[in-house]
């Protein structure tokens, strides 16, 4: 069964600091995408970025990019610059990608994330 | 464009109504889900709808919930008769299909059983 483990319940980091809030998955599929998603206190879910598990390059958007380490099964995401908007609750998740069927995402518990000025 | 539309945003309801929430996904998006957050849960996946057709229900706790999804651009998910146990954030999410593109949600809908 597919699984995603996020260690790190809470995390502080000083405001222009960059933070890594690690990842680690679980399958058994050999194609599986990996997604991050910021939840801000007012609740909604906002996709950050995206990794597939056949991708060479480590994927990055912004200020935003994923430490893909296959063997080691984790995909930690790397916030450079860290802003006071960054707060929030972060969580990792995965999908089995399977043709022509949209993936269910399976999510760890999250990660909440305090930026200090 | 518009994003996933959810109705209502919060709901209040006393034990044993029926309690219907609803969802239109964007546009072109052909895969829609339905996810439920709680603190002791966490967010999980109650079912998904592939081109209308569901494709995994597994997630769906009991018979008192049911989903439908009577076009591309529709769906609703209900609980009937609602309990205290189902107060939780309801989340409908679309995507293109494939598990390799983003699920992109709406602002959920906070449901409130008394």
């Known amino acids: 069964a597919q699984k995603i483990t996020q260690t790190q319940p809470g995390m502080f980091v000083q405001e222009k600091e960059a933070v890594t809030l690690d990842c680690t998955y679980d399958?058994?599929?050999?194609?599986?995408?990996l997604f991050w998603y910021k939840q801000p206190s007012s609740g909604e879910m906002i996709f950050l970025i995206y990794?597939?598990?056949?991708?060479?390059q480590n994927a990055t958007e912004g200020r935003y990019s994923l430490n893909f380490q296959k063997a080691r099964k984790s995909a930690n995401l790397v916030i450079s610059a860290s802003q006071l908007g960054d707060s929030a609750m972060y969580f990792c998740?995965?999908?089995?990608?399977?043709?022509?069927?949209?993936?269910?995402?399976?999510f760890g518990q999250g990660t909440e994330l305090s930026v200090k000025p | 464009d518009a994003g996933v539309i959810q109705s209502p945003r919060h709901e209040v309801t006393e034990m044993g109504q029926e309690v219907t929430l609803r969802c239109k996904p964007i546009?072109?998006?052909?895969?829609l889900f339905w996810y439920r957050q709680t603190m002791m849960r966490g967010l999980e996946l109650l079912i998904y709808f592939n081109n209308n057709v569901p494709i995994d229900d597994s997630g769906m706790p009991e018979d008192r919930f049911s989903a439908k999804m009577p076009n591309a651009s529709f769906s609703t998910l209900k609980i009937q008769p609602s309990e205290p146990r189902d107060s939780a954030v309801y989340f409908c999410?679309?995507?293109?299909?494939?598990?390799?593109?983003?699920?992109?949600f709406g602002d959920g809908t906070r449901l409130s059983i008394l």
């Open positions: 999410a679309s995507s293109r299909g494939r598990g390799n593109q983003p699920q992109h």
């Open positions: 998740a995965m999908s089995q990608i399977s043709y022509n069927q949209g993936g269910k995402l399976i």
């Open positions: 990794q597939g598990s056949y991708d060479q």
């Open positions: 546009s072109g998006h052909n895969s």
């Open positions: 399958t058994s599929d050999p194609s599986y995408g």
